[in-house]
Structure formats: C-alpha cells, structure tokens
C-alpha cells in the first residue's frame, strides 16, 4: 500500500523527529514528536517501536520497519 506525505512515511516521522540528540531511546523520540505536534499515526507508530537506544535517523527508520 502506497503511503501519502503524512501518517508513516519515512519523511513525515523523520521531520517530527527532526533536530533530536543521538542517541535517543522510544520514549525521548516520542517526547520529541509530541513536542513537534506528530499527528497520532506518528506517535502510534513510535510506541510500538522496540524499547532501546537509537544511534541516528537511520536507526529510527530500521526500528519504524519493525513496527510496522
């Protein structure tokens, strides 16, 4: 299924998530996305990502992979 500008494209979470400290654990990137007003797909999306510390934007993506 093809995914618009908003909900769980790779680019609307990584500008949520733009300009977080790394490394960062699940719950700093939520914190960082409610604080940068993700819409709730987003902040669904990170609370089913695995509980651990993410190196780089990279790292996010692979942890967005896996929740999805």
Request: charged content about 25%; overall charge negative; hydrophobic content about 35%.
């Amino acid at each position: 299924m093809a995914r618009g500008v908003g909900g769980h494209s790779p680019s609307n979470i990584a500008r949520h998530l733009s300009g977080i400290d790394f490394p960062a654990n699940r719950d700093d990137l939520l914190q960082h996305a409610q604080m940068h007003e993700a819409d709730d797909d987003v902040l669904d999306l990170i609370q089913h990502m695995p509980q651990r510390d993410y190196g780089s934007m990279a790292d996010v993506m692979k942890g967005v992979g896996e929740a999805e």
